[in-house]
């Protein structure tokens, strides 16, 4: 059971480069998210979606664009990269209020 | 908008010493709360998940309570060990938008000695 995960794990981009996260959960969940984390900041919502179809914003989604096209995938992409987008992302799946699950993350570096 | 805290940032204890960690959130009005431990360079790892119903959830040598009303939570940690050294964070999923976001405090960043 692969559970959550992200893929790549690693990328360096220069700005104004365009790139996709992609986030995939093999648990049906129904409940996806992205998250940002900063030092100091914590983590925050980018954006999240509660089922194939949907998507929501979060906390911080400026910059940021989302699909959900397939149940098991939560796509984030990056149109034009900045450097304060430099972070790790996480992505998390769950089912309704229940326990959610993380993957590893991507630590995305913007020169 | 729900705001999550944790106090201390940093800690550090001896080894077997047992230790709390707190968690306090402004909005009350929760469906549940739960703890992760997260190590460095690596993703969240699930620890407890405490529903707005219960008052606590124990996993082995650790014990996590609810206080809904007063906006607060602890995680007990008996017997520590180094391998515990991680950061903790707690996450609360509240009725703002159906109940459907996390959102997580900044952590407690704990440091278990020999």
């Known amino acids: 059971n692969a559970g959550v995960t992200q893929t790549p794990k690693f990328r360096v981009l220069k700005t104004g480069q365009s790139m996709t996260l992609l986030c995939a959960q093999d648990?049906?969940?129904?409940?996806m998210y992205w998250y940002r984390q900063d030092p100091g900041m914590g983590l925050r919502l980018i954006h999240y979606?509660?089922?194939?179809?949907?998507?929501a914003k979060g906390e911080v989604p400026d910059g940021y664009n989302v699909s959900r096209l397939k149940k098991q995938n939560f796509l984030l992409g990056l149109e034009s990269a900045a450097p304060s987008q430099t972070s790790v992302y996480f992505c998390?799946?769950?089912?309704?209020?229940?326990?959610?699950?993380f993957g590893q993350g991507t630590r995305l570096t913007v020169v | 908008k729900q705001e999550v805290t944790q106090i201390p940032a940093a800690l550090s204890v001896p080894e077997g010493e047992n230790l709390v960690l707190n968690c306090s959130f402004t909005?009350?009005?929760?469906?549940?709360l739960q703890w992760f431990r997260q190590d460095p360079g690596k993703g969240l790892t699930s620890l407890l998940l405490?529903?707005?119903?219960?008052r606590e959830q124990t996993s082995g040598r650790l014990n996590a309570s609810l206080d809904k009303s007063s906006g607060r939570s602890t995680l007990y940690i008996a017997a520590s060990q180094p391998g515990d050294s991680a950061t903790y964070l707690c996450?609360?999923?509240?009725?703002?938008?159906?109940?459907?976001?996390?959102?997580f405090g900044t952590g407690t960043q704990l440091k278990v000695e020999l």
């Open positions: 998390a799946s769950r089912r309704d209020n229940t326990e959610a699950f």
């Open positions: 996450a609360v999923s509240d009725l703002t938008g159906g109940g459907n976001k996390l959102t």
């Open positions: 979606s509660v089922g194939e179809g949907t998507t």
């Open positions: 909005d009350s009005a929760i469906y549940n």
């Open positions: 405490i529903q707005s119903s219960q």
């Open positions: 648990m049906n969940h129904e409940y």
